[in-house]
């Protein structure tokens, strides 16, 4: 069984800047997609970046610039999200997960707020 261990939430103000770091454990063969959702209150959960095998990034447009997603080359089944200029509208609870041997795996969620 695989898990997915996130850390790093919090509180922070507009303009700040957090790194949510995500972990897997377990049986890993092969780690295919590694990367991190958000849902905000009342809204659907959203893609916002992901790493893919090759180490190739995707971010959804509202946090081009701002955030970052990369692996830990010392630590191949660490994925983080360094987020930088933070705005009230990035609040939400972020999700890590994974496609790890053909399988989409979940963390529990940690949650960044970002208020003044």
């Known amino acids: 069984q695989v898990q997915l261990v996130e850390s790093g939430g919090g509180l922070v103000q507009p303009g700040g800047s957090l790194t949510l770091s995500c972990a897997a454990s377990?049986?890993?063969?092969?780690?295919?997609?590694m990367g991190w959702h958000r849902q905000a209150p009342g809204k659907q959960r959203e893609l916002v970046a992901q790493?893919?095998?090759?180490?190739?990034?995707?971010y959804v447009d509202s946090v081009k610039g701002r955030f970052t997603v990369f692996r830990d080359n010392a630590k191949k089944n660490t994925v983080y999200l360094q987020m930088n200029s933070l705005k009230p509208e990035d609040t939400a609870v972020y999700y890590c997960?994974?496609?790890?041997?053909?399988?989409?795996?979940w963390g529990q969620g940690t949650q960044v707020t970002v208020s003044s």
């Open positions: 997960n994974g496609v790890i041997d053909l399988t989409r795996y």
């Open positions: 377990g049986s890993i063969s092969r780690i295919l997609v």
């Open positions: 790493i893919r095998s090759g180490n190739v990034p995707d």
